[in-house]
């Protein structure tokens, strides 16, 4: 592990990791990665979300389907748990909501696989920093 | 290409169901249903406009689309590629219409600025956090700002404590910067004990870099070297994402000695709570982490200038916390235009209780509490009819329809008879019993009182019996007069802010549900049905068969009748469970 000892050196690894996770979700050519987020928090892991987690760690990997899956908070949606993000390479994320082993072999088959939307998803209802520049 | 119909609630109660059948027939009558797909969806927020109809990929959004309009949607759009200008939704300034949303963010009520994170890095790998910015406020503090110069920041952003109280927080930076001692601290209240509220949780479980960030700054403006964050140990996940975030940034180097090369040490660890809602209270949290008992302490000294093992101490609360890196990189200036003269920013609530989207959301300060119900919560759940929502939790109030058009913040809360509180949102609907629900929140305080001082200790457990005493159905006027004058006094004479504020619930349902109370002591009815003591299950003889189940479904043997003959219930028996009632074919059983 590599130190920050100076803000340039802070610039520097933003800057790089900006790129690796950039390239990981815009997916270039050489990577066409699908991405899966699992929304992780105790609410998502009450209502079952490990096992989606799991399920599509071993599927999308038995289906010869290049994604990587990682976990990450609570999206807030809590009246739909388990909750999960699918971004696919050069699209726009959707999120899915009352994700169980079924409705993510479904996700995985209709939409990762064909592009094909599934009843479930739940639309983006917040503004970010991002965008918010008022 | 997907037609994607709203499903919220909102919509589906004008007709989104047909709307996709009609979409659905009017693609296969043109044999397009193998191109284009029709999905339902979670509801956009936007309900007042509803039906929602959003075409991908060319994100054009209809809005108040009515079955018929199916035809219309196919034939010009799918078909033609035209979009239907009639459903379009128009700016309300300029009545231009907008055919794509993503121009039309002005309609999404929510904005996250502590909740940036969440849902979106992984907790739990510290690249992905760096990737949006963390730590490049503290970078910027720390070679760019002096101390005074980021407490004045932190002063014109106008941010308030988000624990409740809504003290200044770059005034409490102020006050703990100018004490003078050799070791001072900085710590995190992460102990959330609102019934129904858990917004720190999840900021601490979805995006932890933010509120370790937040304390470096915070100790590099008072002057503090050392960090302590006190969580409850009922949260487990987020203590473990808490211990791997700290563990990595250390790692990093951004934790720890000559941070950045500037000189400035910093370094956290953890103090565990055992879950007393006492301990909030920032006096009685210092002194649990000192290894006294969890008991406040009159104020002052503020724990700017006597706090943890004396020394001067600054606490914040997570989401307070969660919100100052962004104020950093986007100035004072950016965050003081969100929100309300008063109240700047966003508030993050957890929104539970009788509504159809329960979950985490963060409004700008300033949005209605109809906005929120309606608009974001997607109405009160089995389309039933709006009572309150109960804020601020244990020592907050109701507020009821009469607020619905009221901004909130923290100074329209309170002007309300209510308060910010935490974060809670409760909504209660025409099933609650608000007697019950003050009695509700009393059961807590009297359970979570540290019996230091005797108003709390004893008044408390006296209000609780002067309500419990009316839910039975044995309340005079008298009593509520009692209920009032106590409140009153343990209000004026606690210690601290459990005591002092224990007695909002029944001050506020007292102040808005009169009606419901007198009912309770005059008639001895509970329109609710919730007292059980206020009801009575009876058998109707004219619809009873006499098929004898719900005799045999009776636990208490309460219910006696000859087999085709009509049945009766013993009221000195019965316990009022119900079962009676599930288990009757004939609707021959109601409530009293």
């Not at chain 1, 748990?81 to 479904?106: C, M, R, W």
């Not at chain 2, 003078?180 to 900085?186: E, G, L, T």
Request: aromatic share 6%.
């Amino acid at each position: 592990m590599v130190k920050v000892k100076s803000l340039a050196d802070l610039q520097n690894l933003k800057a790089n990791l900006q790129t690796k996770v950039d390239l990981r979700e815009k997916g270039d050519s050489a990577e066409r990665l699908v991405q899966v987020r699992v929304a992780m928090a105790t609410c998502g892991i009450a209502s079952g979300a490990k096992k989606v987690m799991e399920f599509f760690i071993d599927e999308l990997e038995k289906r010869n389907i290049d994604a990587v899956v990682t976990q990450t908070g609570c999206m807030g949606y809590c009246y739909a748990e388990p909750t999960i993000e699918v971004k696919l390479p050069n699209q726009d994320p959707v999120v899915f909501g009352y994700v169980d082993s079924k409705k993510a072999d479904e996700i995985i088959e209709k939409y990762i696989k064909n592009g094909e939307l599934v009843p479930g998803i739940i639309p983006v209802n917040y503004e970010t920093i991002d965008n918010n520049n008022q | 290409m997907h037609l994607l119909v709203c499903g919220g609630t909102g919509c589906r109660a004008s007709a989104s169901d047909a709307i996709v059948g009609k979409l659905q027939k009017e693609l296969d009558e043109k044999n397009l249903q193998d191109e284009v797909q029709v999905v339902m969806t979670g509801c956009f927020g936007f309900c007042e406009k509803g039906p929602i109809v959003k075409v991908l990929p060319d994100n054009t959004f209809y809005v108040q689309v009515k079955p018929d309009d199916a035809k219309v949607i196919v034939e010009e759009h799918v078909i033609k590629g035209r979009k239907v200008e009639k459903l379009l939704y128009k700016d309300p300034a300029d009545q231009k219409e907008i055919s794509d949303s993503k121009h039309m963010g002005f309609y999404k009520k929510q904005l996250r600025i502590a909740l940036r994170n969440c849902g979106v890095i992984n907790p739990e790998n510290i690249e992905e956090a760096i990737a949006r910015d963390a730590y490049a406020a503290l970078a910027k503090v720390l070679t760019e700002m002096t101390p005074q110069q980021a407490i004045q920041e932190m002063i014109d952003s106008g941010l308030r404590g988000r624990g409740g109280g809504g003290f200044p927080t770059g005034m409490k930076w102020k006050i703990a910067s100018q004490n003078h001692a050799d070791q001072k601290y900085v710590v995190c209240n992460a102990d959330e004990g609102d019934p129904g509220a858990f917004m720190d949780r999840s900021i601490l479980e979805g995006d932890p870099h933010s509120v370790i960030e937040a304390m470096a700054i915070n100790g590099y403006c008072i002057g503090a070297t050392k960090g302590l964050v006190y969580i409850r140990a009922e949260y487990p996940l987020a203590i473990e994402r808490l211990k791997i975030a700290i563990n990595q940034v250390r790692e990093y180097g951004l934790l720890g000695d000559d941070i950045l090369g500037t000189g400035f040490s910093f370094d956290i660890q953890l103090r565990y709570g055992a879950g007393a809602f006492v301990c909030g209270e920032e006096t009685a949290l210092i002194h649990s982490m000192e290894g006294e008992r969890g008991e406040p302490t009159f104020k002052p000294p503020f724990p700017a200038e006597s706090g943890y093992l004396g020394k001067p101490t600054n606490v914040n609360n997570v989401e307070t916390y969660a919100n100052i890196p962004v104020i950093y990189l986007k100035g004072a200036n950016w965050f003081n235009k969100i929100g309300t003269a008063k109240s700047k920013g966003t508030k993050v609530f957890a929104l539970a209780g009788k509504i159809n989207n329960v979950g985490l959301i963060e409004v700008p300060m300033g949005t209605t509490l109809r906005e929120v119900i309606y608009e974001i919560g997607g109405g009160i759940k089995d389309g039933k009819k709006f009572k309150a929502v109960q804020t601020g939790g244990p020592s907050g109030g109701c507020l009821t329809e009469k607020h619905l058009d009221t901004p909130i913040d923290y100074d329209n809360l309170i002007a309300s008879g209510s308060m910010m509180g935490s974060g809670g949102m409760i909504v209660m609907d025409e099933d609650d019993c608000m007697v019950s629900v003050a009695r509700f929140y009393l059961d807590f305080t009297v359970e979570e009182s540290c019996g230091k001082c005797a108003p709390c200790r004893i008044g408390n457990k006296r209000l609780h019996e002067q309500l419990d005493i009316i839910c039975k159905g044995k309340g005079t006027l008298a009593d509520m007069d009692k209920l009032r004058n106590l409140s009153h006094v343990i209000k004026d004479t606690s210690l601290c802010g459990l005591g002092q504020t224990s007695p909002n619930p029944v001050l506020s349902t007292l102040d808005n549900f009169y009606d419901e109370y007198l009912e309770h002591v005059h008639d001895k009815k509970c329109r609710a049905g919730v007292c059980k003591d206020l009801m009575q299950y009876i058998i109707d003889t004219e619809p009873c068969v006499g098929c004898t189940a719900c005799a045999r479904v009776c636990p208490v043997g309460a219910i006696s009748g000859e087999r085709k003959g009509p049945h009766t219930i013993d009221q000195t028996i019965c316990i009022k469970c119900g079962a009676c009632m599930d288990k009757c074919k004939f609707n021959a059983i109601s409530i009293h």
